[in-house]
């Protein structure tokens, strides 16, 4: 089991306007906030931002569309989260529920007494 970690975040909050000014915040918790914009919402957020997105998941995908490049590690870049690939194979990837059925359902098949073909 992996140790837990604390999330760390330093918030300057502009409560007129209701806008986060700056933030500070641990590498545990930038990261964590990068994968989650490089599971396929990255890609939905992307897709919906042109219609005037609402929410949370809009704002960081905008942050990070405008972060500097100077704020990115050597190496990375800001495409990686902002424009994500699908996994190579679905079947690679663990599924996040289990998708195993203990019931199975026997298929049935019916038809039209009147012989219509239908």
Avoid: H, W
Avoid at 19 to 24: D, S, Y
Avoid at 82 to 102: F, I, M, N
């Amino acid at each position: 089991m992996a140790a837990a970690s604390k999330v760390k975040l330093k918030l300057l909050i502009d409560t007129k306007n209701q806008r986060v000014l700056f933030a500070e915040a641990n590498k545990n918790t930038v990261d964590f906030l990068f994968f989650i914009l490089s599971l396929p919402l990255g890609t939905v957020v992307r897709l919906l931002s042109n219609k005037g997105m609402l929410g949370c998941l809009g704002k960081l995908y905008e942050s990070v569309e405008n972060l500097d490049e100077n704020y990115i590690q050597p190496n990375q870049s800001k495409g990686t989260p902002l424009k994500p690939r699908p996994p190579a194979s679905s079947a690679a990837s663990t599924p996040l529920l289990s998708l195993t059925c203990s019931e199975t359902i026997e298929k049935a098949t019916y038809t039209c007494s009147r012989g219509s073909g239908y």
